[in-house]
């Protein structure tokens, strides 16, 4: 079936960095945008970029710029998130989710989510 | 950046009622706008895209409309399992924005 499977909970010093990984399954990787979208502990969603695994190309929003870099492996069919110089406020839970390429339209298949905490 | 807001921001209601929540944007979007159910503790759902389209699978007591900047999810008959957090979210631009959140809670 189709699914979107990351990896599991971090816990990271404020400074570090975290690299979450999205593994793709049950379609074609190359023909959906994945998307990073975090959710910060009783807050609401927040966008935080995409990548095209076809092109590599990658979007970010204003906020995150410089600090996020979103890449991918075409040949494992996974993407990634990685974000910088932590601090308290990134504690969240992040999820990865698909959009089609070729026709605009809603995020119709969302990882698990996995949890970041930043703590000293 | 297109600011979304929705409202309102929690409302109390019962099994069986009709329920509208409205999501307005800073600027024309035309009817790129999705609808999400968020349960706590899971991931999202989309329900509607291109504003009024149903997901495939979601049940057709949720609707949606609207075209510009405003924007309506109607659930016609709540149901036990629709107490949920309701989320719109703009794809217009490639920068994408959500909602903050509407609460759907047990009246």
């Known amino acids: 079936q189709v699914q979107l499977v990351q990896s599991g909970t971090e816990v990271k010093k404020p400074g570090a960095s975290v690299k979450v990984s999205c593994k793709a399954s049950g379609y074609t990787f190359t023909g959906y945008y994945i998307h990073w979208v975090r959710q910060a502990p009783g807050q609401g969603l927040e966008w935080m970029g995409w990548?095209?695994?076809?092109?590599?190309?990658?979007d970010y929003a204003q906020k995150f710029q410089g600090r996020v870099t979103m890449t991918r492996d075409t040949s494992i069919s996974t993407a990634y998130m990685e974000l910088s110089r932590l601090r308290s406020d990134d504690t969240a839970v992040y999820y990865c989710?698909?959009?089609?390429?070729?026709?605009?339209?809603?995020?119709?298949?969302w990882g698990q989510g996995t949890t970041v905490t930043v703590s000293s | 950046d297109i600011q979304m807001t929705q409202s309102p921001s929690t409302l109390s209601a019962s099994v069986g009622d009709r329920v509208t929540i409205t999501c307005r944007a800073s600027?024309?979007?035309?009817?790129?706008l999705a609808w999400y159910q968020q349960k706590p503790g899971k991931a999202p759902k989309l329900l509607i895209y291109?504003?009024?389209s149903l997901e495939t699978g979601v049940p057709s007591r949720f609707s949606g409309s609207g075209s510009g900047t405003e924007f309506t999810l109607t659930i016609s008959s709540l149901q036990p399992d629709d107490f949920a957090t309701y989320y719109c979210?703009?794809?217009?631009?490639?920068?994408?924005?959500f909602g903050q959140g509407t609460k759907v809670e047990i009246k």
């Open positions: 979210q703009q794809y217009i631009s490639y920068s994408r924005t």
């Open positions: 990548i095209n695994p076809n092109s590599g190309d990658t």
């Open positions: 989710a698909r959009t089609r390429i070729a026709a605009a339209g809603g995020m119709d298949v």
């Open positions: 600027q024309s979007i035309s009817s790129w």
């Open positions: 291109k504003a009024s």
